[in-house]
Nanobody
Framework: QVQLVESGGNLVQPGGSLRLSCVAFGFTLDYYAIGWFRQAPGKEREVVSCISSGDSSTYYALSVKGRFTISRDDAKNTVYLQMNSLKPEDTAVYYC????????????????WGLGTLVTVSS
């Protein structure tokens, strides 16, 4: 069965850190661009960060640039999102998605979605 499974979400205080993981089952991530997305209550889903296949070039939304780092370990079929200096406005359900190219992720042309993991930033 083809699926993406996210983990690592938790309750954290402002200024804290979390690392999210996205593991692929039923297919290999090597040939896919992977994106992290988030959806806060009452808001639309937005792109947070993407990483390409091959050269692992990265994209970050302005709101997270300098605080979040995306990386991939194809040997483990896993993509990570290291989140530092977390703010209350980072509170959301975080999803990972796979597409054939980064442009597809940015355009919403996602082949596979995970079910999400909840990140809550609050004191």
């Amino acid at each position: 069965q083809v699926q993406l499974v996210e983990s690592g979400g938790n309750l954290v205080q402002p200024g804290g850190s979390l690392r999210l993981s996205c593991v692929a089952f039923g297919f290999t991530l090597d040939y896919y661009a992977i994106g992290w997305f988030r959806q806060a209550p009452g808001k639309e889903r937005e792109v947070v960060s993407c990483i390409s296949s091959g050269d692992s070039s990265t994209y970050y939304a302005l709101s997270v640039k300098g605080r979040f780092t995306i990386s991939r370990d194809d040997a483990k079929n896993t993509v990570y999102l290291q989140m530092n200096s977390l703010k209350p406005e980072d509170t959301a359900v975080y999803y990972c998605g796979a597409a054939s190219r980064v442009e597809g992720l940015l355009e919403g042309d996602v082949a596979y979605w995970g079910l999400g993991t909840l990140v809550t930033v609050s004191s």
